[in-house]
């Protein structure tokens, strides 16, 4: 395996360890549905169990939902690896991408198996305002399709093929 392969694949596992190490923590110390300020009215740790998608998509679903989104999972981890096996010198940005999403979803994917839902306690909110709570993993997702895009729209057309 060529070394940037395996730093792609490296990345992804550190996302999966710190996803779950993560995840552990809040479990082992906070309750469901408690809260605890980090930044007051900005940013709280709230403890949650995400039986959906993101935002929440299909989490009243009647547990159908867990089966069908990591069937997904499955499929995007699988395309992900094979995308990384086809990554070629020069694509260094989109190979952090890859490997973020990739250790995202297979983070979020073990909770689903494991659990039935995925464990959520990153609560971002002002005043009203109340964004989804999220994860470690769902993070990784976040800045991974970032890259993809900053790598789609300004560097793909510059790369030599």
Known sequence: MKAGKALWLTIAFLVIVLDAWSKAWIVAHMSLYQNID??????????????????????????????LLATIALAVSGGLLTWIWRLRSGMEVLGWAISLVLGGAIGNLVDRLRLGYVVDFIHVHYGSWHFPAFNVADSAITVGAVLMLIDMLFLEGRRHV
């Open 38 to 67: 980090l930044i007051p009215h900005v940013l709280t740790l709230t403890l949650l169990h995400n039986t959906g998608a993101a935002f929440s998509l299909l989490y009243s679903a009647g547990g159908w939902q867990r089966w």
